[in-house]
């Protein structure tokens, strides 16, 4: 009875408040807020059903609503212009609740579950809609391009006044043929138009389509043989395709043709290696420079191709010609030096971003000299770029205007960089993924003024607990800011730093510790149990415990209400809440209907959401018959009884989930191998198929400066490849033995004394797999060491194995 009273009389304090103060209190909170204080009692429902009408801008990308909560958040509001809405729980029956006429902004993510009806509802009932912003995923709809064609159609016709478009297709398990028939017609209105994936021909029928709808609404006479040097003026500014060829003829077709281009972006993935006459190369960037309205160009080929006819030359001429750039990423421009960035640095003085990915012949030597851009330069972006040194950090320190900087992949960056990035104090986003520094490198940027809100220190292996607790110190900057940290791959992590964390940092919201092997429960309690900071509520957002395979099932009970009270996104695979607690699980998110949870190993966030999907949907679909099947599979190569699951915290066991590499698309020769490796010094990762391999080929393979060495279906090696790598390979600091349990001859057989005495001999290594060996007295750091099925092990040879005076001990 006394509870009733309370809560009465609150509904009844709220009821004699004046309503505009009332509304006026409520118009300051977030959607979720009010979605919140709705249900108290009716005074707060009806004022928040008033509020929620009168918004004109709702941005509701943070969770993915239900259409019956999207129903009532939209209700009857008229005055709403602007919609971003992550769509992953709803279908085409939502639709129409989504298009409303009096849109003019709509963007819709993460449209799993929609259809190319989308496109004739929006045609139906978004009349002035002025920018569209779509992904969709394509592969359960039969004949979607003929579907898609017709209703995109429709579309273009109905909104006249379409300014701005953008059409993100997914095509993980469908052909890219299957989108080669889709035909792009927009008005001639579109300013800024962004599709992914389209071929080098439909964009070229697009630019054609452009070209032919500003001839038929000119007054001028036509020449339609030199129609492409007519003087008619196209809207169109901004343009991003992700491309299969980047060409020399599409680029000049886009220049020639949009006369008030600002922006270009291009991307291209390559089926195969392009011919020397259907590629990019210096006289498409020659044409470039021939647009002296361009400020943004983004140029970037994926891995492994790049594009090998551009040189310094090419990027002169571009630096010479377009020296009102403000922004530039280049990526994947295998044989640009120094000389080339340079040009770009020195030529644009109005450089705000510079961005090179796997630049492999960029080094200090380009950033000697940045007094031309020190005054403008805001973000530099540098990955994968190994030449670079911590001469670059301090060239960039006297850049004092510097916002962001990311040198992801650059592995000599060390901590005498780190000293001169604590020096500027505008930064506030910093990514040193894989940087060789060290705690002493923790302690400078501790000391520093920065008030930096996003860091990534994920793979940088010297880090340990005495560096964090030297950065994040009560009276240091870095705890009032500090927002997004991504700890990633650091096995000195502890539950003390994540508890420091906890305690400290006054804006933590995203977290990373994915792979830290020594995180317990310890740390998931002390993150569920933040304590509130002069008055502010503290929340964790999103959290990545991915492969802390010592988390339990007991964490289950503090990821309940009211803990975690702000969690919209759990990492949990490969721990034990994933392999003890899937019933626990589905309790959890009915409980927490906003949260949601993977299970697969995606990035914090899920950023490829629609792979994530698509892993979901084939873990439903796999019943009994498939768990037997592959308990059989599990039998026979183990030669014993299959289990219900991998054994716990078990880093290698394929089940579990964790990282490791797949084998490679293809099983390549020796003669192959020996082609594609040449003289790269640079490579430090190298995953291999060994299947047509033999121990003859080991000397291809076994590079000194390699890191991380994977050998997958090593069917015909024997155990001189220990001892190949053992001579050529001093560098390794991780070895994954991928062999499925095959029937070799190194496990077959009884294993030679030369095995152990090659791993003696890698003092870097951290984790192991020494299926059925008979191992011997090491002096390798190992930190993970797996002895399953080695049959002829007995107790005298653990006990040598862990002596007081060995490594292993």
Known sequence: MEKTAIVGGGGELVERLPHALLIEILSRLGVESLCSAAPVCRALRSSVFQVLSTISALDLSGFAPSATILSRILGDNCGLRCLTLDCSRLDDSSVNIIAKEYLQELVLLKCYSFTSYIFLAIAQNCMNLRLLSLELAHGHEPYFAQSCNMKLDKMF????????????????????????????????????????PVTTGQAMDLITSFRLSADLNSSSPIDVGNSLLQPIILMLHSVTLALDNINDKLVTMIINNLNLLTCLCLEDDPPVEPSQYYDFSNIGLQVISSCKNLTHLSLSRSRPHAFKRVTDVGILMLAEGSNGLESVRLGGFSKVTDAGYISILQACRKLKKFEVISGNFLSDLAFHDLASVANSLAKVVLIACNLLTSETPESLSTCKHLEMLDFGGCRSIADRGLNSIAELCKITSLDLSGA????????????????????????CKRITDRGFAKLLKKDNTITESLSTLDLGFLPGLSDSTIIRIAEVCKEIT????????????????????MEDIYGKRRFVRTLDLYNCFAVSIDSFNLLSIPYFQGLRWLG????????????????????????????????????DDL???????????????????KAKCRRRRTGGEASAGPIDGDPFEAGCGVPLPAAPGFASSGMIISRILGDNCGLRSLILDCSRLHDFSVNI?????????VFLKCYCFTSYIFLAIAQNCTNLRIIVDMRGRFSISVIAGSIEDRRSNSIAKLYNLTSLDLSSTSPRRSTSQITILR???????????????????????
């Open 157 to 196: 016709k109905a909104c006249l006044l379409l300014e701005s478009l953008s059409v993100k297709f997914y095509l993980k398990n469908c052909p890219r043929s299957d989108l080669a028939s889709i035909k792009f017609h927009p008005p001639s209105t579109i300013q800024s138009l962004l599709l992914q």
């Open 510 to 529: 995203n977290l990373c510790i994915r792979n830290c092997f020594s995180i317990t429960d310890a740390s998931v309690r002390a993150l569920g149990l």
């Open 572 to 607: 949990v695979g490969n721990t034990g809440l994933q392999l003890k607690g899937r019933g626990r699980i589905e309790e959890l998110l009915k409980e927490r209907e906003f949260l949601k949870l993977c299970l697969f190993g995606c990035e914090m966030g899920c950023r």
């Open 701 to 709: 393979t076994a590079k000194d400066h390699l890191e991380e060495l």
């Open 611 to 629: 792979v994530c999907l698509v892993r979901v949907l084939r873990s439903r679909a796999s019943g009994p018959a498939e768990m037997e099947k």
């Open 787 to 809: 002895l399953r099925n080695c049959k002829r092990l007995i107790d005298w040879g653990l006990a040598e194995l862990l002596k007081k005076d060995n490594a292993y001990h």
């Open 436 to 459: 060789d520094i060290t705690d002493r490198g923790l302690s400078s940027l501790g000391r520093g003024a920065s008030r930096i809100i996003i860091l990534r220190l994920r793979g």
